[in-house]
């Protein structure tokens, strides 16, 4: 049986993400790999730090022992450490995020871009910007911080945190074309209310873990 390893920097998306790849590739074993610290300690230091691509390493080596034979990172605050993992352990890293913004700039030119945390602002929209270069297109990013549903879903209050979003996304949804929601724990936003924007609203789990699904395939390491 092939192992997918699943690297988290928080509890909220472990449930969700581990049903999408149970869902879209059955035949897996998944492990469930977290260390909940990471985040706050980039957010502290400004940036990423030695300790922290240390205790990344750790995780990715775990991964290794555990025989999986390909990594998701869940976290876009660390996605830009996917490179360097998978030169670590010689095993393909995939990014949660990719398969969104790959859809968002095909999508439009101008594209909203709603974070929670400032860690993950920058490598979502350098990402944004990689994936329009690559289609040789030119993007504008509208960029909105809600560090305060952060902190709302931190304390368990999920209603506040999604009326902070919801908030957010109305303000945007007349002047882009596509929003996306840049990290993973935004997603339950859009359980039954995609509908309901006036803009298409993106988010990484289900987009990511298809993309994930389709390299795995590429790679014959999932059937077709």
Do not use: W
């Not at 290794?64 to 869940?74: D, G, L, P, R, S």
């Not at 876009?76 to 969104?100: C, F, H, N, Q, R």
């Not at 602002?121 to 509208?142: F, N, S, Y």
């Amino acid at each position: 049986m092939q192992t997918l390893a699943l690297l988290h920097t928080g509890p909220v998306v472990i449930a969700p993400i581990h049903n999408i790849v149970r869902s879209l590739m059955p035949s897996l074993r998944v492990v469930n790999l977290m260390d909940d610290s990471i985040v706050s300690e980039i957010f502290r230091e400004n940036g990423m730090t030695s300790a922290v691509r240390e205790r990344l390493d750790h995780m990715a080596q775990s991964a290794v022992a555990a025989k999986a034979q390909a990594i998701v990172v869940t976290c876009s605050s660390i996605s830009e450490m996917a490179g360097p993992l998978a030169e670590a352990t010689g095993l393909p890293v995939y990014k949660i995020d990719e398969g969104m913004a790959e859809e968002a700039v095909r999508r439009g030119a101008r594209i909203g871009v709603i974070a929670t945390l400032p860690t993950t602002m920058l490598p979502t929209c350098r990402l944004l910007e990689q994936k329009a270069r690559e289609i040789g297109k030119a993007v504008t990013l509208h960029r909105e911080l809600c560090q305060d549903a952060f902190d709302e879903l931190s304390r368990g209050n999920t209603e506040a945190h999604d009326r902070i979003l919801r908030d957010a996304i109305e303000r945007m949804a007349g002047t882009q074309d596509v929003i996306v929601l840049a990290q993973a724990s935004m997603a339950r936003l859009l359980e039954g209310r995609q509908s309901s924007f006036a803009t298409p609203v993106l988010t990484s789990p289900l987009l990511g873990i298809t993309r994930v699904r389709e390299q795995l395939q590429a790679r014959g390491l999932l059937p077709n």
